[in-house]
């Protein structure tokens, strides 16, 4: 059974940084596809930044510039390096993970940025 963990998330300020981690397990397979979604309360899910195996990249706009995504293919594992957050990016962050085309979350992690 796969599962997806996150950890990482927390209290930050304005202005600071903070880095997201997302272990998978229950499988020997590595995923297509790896990344990050966020929703903020009472606001859809949203996107935020995804990772192919083969290495290329998509972010929100806007996010582009600020966070980074980078995985270890063979852990399974993806990160969310996120710089100069700003309190809109308040969110639940969800790990997200494809494999043959079934698609897989984490619980999420709070991360919550004060003004």
């Known amino acids: 059974q796969v599962q997806l963990v996150e950890s990482g998330g927390g209290l930050v300020q304005a202005g600071g940084s903070q880095r997201l981690s997302c272990v998978a397990s229950g499988t020997r397979f590595r995923f297509n596809v790896m990344g990050w979604y966020r929703q903020a309360p009472g606001k859809q899910r949203e996107l935020v930044a995804t990772m192919q195996t083969v290495g290329s990249t998509n972010y929100a706009d806007s996010v582009k510039g600020r966070f980074t995504i980078s995985r270890d293919t063979a852990e399974n594992t993806v990160y969310l390096q996120m710089n100069s957050l700003k309190p809109e990016d308040t969110a639940v962050y969800y790990c997200?993970?494809?494999?043959?085309?079934?698609?897989?979350w984490g619980q999420g992690t709070q991360v919550t940025v004060s003004s």
């Open positions: 997200n993970a494809v494999l043959m085309a079934r698609s897989y």
